[in-house]
């Protein structure tokens, strides 16, 4: 079924207003970034095991690309599905770990019934949320808060802008533990050896040897 005129210019515009309200939620996060993200750096600095993070639907997607970026910069991590973490998967933790828990909510049943298993095991957390004042962010050693009211999607249903917000938040994180740690780009090709991306980076240190 081919598109129409109109129905082309109405998908054009439709992307173009998704593409600005996720852009505009990036935008009022960065400067909304408080005391809090110092907080919750030193706490995530400190781990003396793993940052294991979790979240409920399309925050457990989050969970588990912002797990794979803390790793790949230096900082061991892995997803802990809620749903799995409560019927055995939780004898992953020990008391040395540090736990972000994912929900824009902060609502979210399957992640609350987590937080006291994670607690009995002296584990801190952190959590990102959509609201500072919700259950999940109370109960959090340190509160980090996406501040997005709505989503992109024109019904405000499908989570958009607070997805995009959380897995950025996730990136910063990532990124900030990184230049405390002092993570090089030898470090990253000793995690990242394969595809174009290792490959690049080696070229590099064969042409500047460092």
């Known amino acids: 079924m081919g598109m129409t005129a109109g129905s082309f210019h109405r998908s054009v ?3 173009r207003q998704v593409l600005n309200a996720e852009s505009q939620a990036l ?5 909304k970034i408080g005391e809090e993200i ?3 750096i030193e706490i995530l600095a400190s781990c003396t095991g793993k940052v294991v993070v979790t979240g409920m639907g399309k925050s457990w997607l989050i969970a588990q690309k912002v797990a794979s970026t803390l790793s790949s910069l230096g900082t061991p991590s892995f997803g802990l599905h809620p749903g799995e973490a409560v019927h055995g998967d939780s004898g992953a933790l020990t008391g040395d770990d540090v736990l972000i828990a994912i929900s824009h909510s902060g609502k979210t049943a399957e992640t609350l019934a987590l937080i006291p298993v994670v607690k009995a095991f002296g584990c801190k957390i952190v959590s990102i949320t959509g609201d500072d004042s919700c259950t999940l962010a109370r109960q959090a050693d340190v509160a980090l808060c996406t501040h997005v009211s709505g989503e992109a999607d024109p019904r405000g249903i499908a989570p958009t802008s607070s997805t995009t917000a959380a897995l950025a938040l996730g990136d910063a994180i990532a990124l900030c533990l990184a230049e405390i740690k002092g993570f090089t780009e030898s470090d ?3 995690r990242h050896p394969a595809g174009s991306l290792g490959a690049a980076i080696a070229a590099s240190f064969q042409d500047h040897p460092r």
């Open 13 to 15: 515009e439709l992307a």
């Open 188 to 190: 990253f090709l000793a």
């Open 38 to 40: 110092p907080k919750a």
């Open 27 to 31: 935008s009022d996060l960065a400067g």
